[in-house]
């Protein structure tokens, strides 16, 4: 394009999904400008992984995620794959590590991404702008012009890769749904996911006692299960197999909780009736709980007595408590602490390929800003790679 600050491709927001979409635009030969609102680019990749970035998963694949059109995700996670992204890596020598479940690190830091990231886009000749907040935008017949604090700029396609409102003390927001509303797209309404579960406030006494106990546990809503660990906090529970769980919980509903995957509780605690008679259920289960939550677990359910004493009914409700624990939580954290945020910019929108809305010519949606969400495990970096890869192949 001819006229000044004037671009093939403008990419809204230096996140994963930006940076990698900015990358492979410019390298394709585009002009490229990358705006963010922010003073530096990645801040959620810097953040990640406790520092180290779970830059991707081994076994991605569309199971891995949840949309109202499940289907939508399999074209882009097959063109640009786990073992793509592990082979950019790679190429500039950032050694890494499998944690577990596939799940892949730098050995380094999270900033070594963000580094390969912003090489890529050097390599493409990428032009960075930063701190430019809430552009107002128009389209003309030439494309799409960008009206900000530091100018005015133009381009054939416009990329929206602002993300979701999670963790917005990183800069978080809803501007990508404003776009898409104001061009007339559906929004699937977004919620916080990989959230901790609140309790309600006649739960909290019970339990304020166990915050910073943790446990390996099967956390189950619905038809979906997680065998992670559990972690009790002053507000209610946290920890991978929670978080995993939050993104299929709804308002209202329960889950169940076992933590004691591996026993058969019931027989174990039999067994200790006959062989230890004397000893009082709370010592009995600190075998295959934490001694606070056994004691919680016991107080709740038999009172003082003798395992002698329990009858086998008692045994039951003891072994369910642990086993088969449903409690209905009062909600999640909110996006205050969720890593991503499901819901977004309505798939039906959008080209399952090219990431294009069906109705505006040149403008896309890549990233968290879709109604795709990834679990726990690297899967939501992998989406970031893939879908931004592909909106690259035609901006």
Not at 289 to 309: C, E, M, N, S, Y
Request: glycine share 10%; with cysteine; aromatic share 8%.
């Amino acid at each position: 394009m001819s006229k000044p600050n004037a671009y093939d491709v403008i990419v809204l927001g230096a996140g994963a999904a930006g940076l990698m979409c900015a990358g492979v635009a410019g390298q394709r030969g585009r002009s490229v400008l990358l705006i963010e609102q922010g003073n530096a680019p990645g801040e959620k990749i810097r953040i990640s992984g406790g520092g180290r970035c779970n830059f991707t998963n081994l076994h991605t694949g569309p199971a891995n995620f949840l949309s109202q059109n499940p289907r939508f995700c399999v074209s882009a996670l097959a063109g640009y794959t786990q073992q793509d992204f592990i082979a950019l890596v790679e190429k500039y020598r950032i050694a890494y590590h499998e944690k577990t479940r596939g799940q892949l690190f730098c050995d380094g830091s999270s900033r070594q991404i963000v580094d390969v990231l912003m090489q890529e886009c050097r390599a493409g000749d990428v032009q960075l702008r930063f701190g430019i907040r809430s552009p107002a935008i128009a389209k003309d017949a030439d494309g799409f012009v960008l009206t900000t604090e530091q100018g005015v700029f133009r381009a054939r396609s416009l990329v929206i890769a602002t993300g979701g409102p999670s963790i917005p003390k990183m800069g978080a927001s809803g501007f990508g749904y404003k776009v898409a509303e104001q061009f007339g797209l559906k929004i699937v309404p977004p919620r916080a996911a990989l959230v901790p579960l609140t309790f309600a406030p006649d739960l909290l006494p019970q339990f304020s006692e166990l915050s910073g106990i943790a446990v390996d546990a099967v956390v189950s809503c619905g038809k979906a299960s997680f065998d992670e660990a559990l972690l009790f906090t002053h507000r209610g529970l946290s920890g991978p197999a929670i978080l995993q769980i939050s993104s299929y919980w709804h308002e209202g509903s329960e889950i169940v909780i076992d933590m004691a995957p591996t026993v058969d509780l019931l027989a174990e605690l039999k067994r200790l009736r006959r062989d230890h008679p004397r000893q009082e259920p709370a010592t009995a289960l600190t075998e295959f709980v934490p001694k606070r939550l056994a004691q919680a677990i016991a107080d709740r359910t038999t009172g003082p007595l003798r395992l002698a004493d329990a009858s086998d009914k008692l045994l039951q409700q003891l072994a369910a408590a642990v086993k088969e624990w449903r409690v209905r939580p009062n909600g999640t954290e909110g996006f205050r602490t969720a890593e991503v945020t499901l819901g977004g910019v309505d798939t039906s929108e959008l080209s399952s390929k090219t990431f294009e809305s069906k109705a505006v010519p040149g403008l896309y949606f890549i990233g968290e800003v879709v109604d795709v969400t990834g679990q726990l495990g690297g899967f939501n970096f992998q989406w970031a790679w893939a879908s931004g890869h592909a909106a690259a192949q035609h901006a």
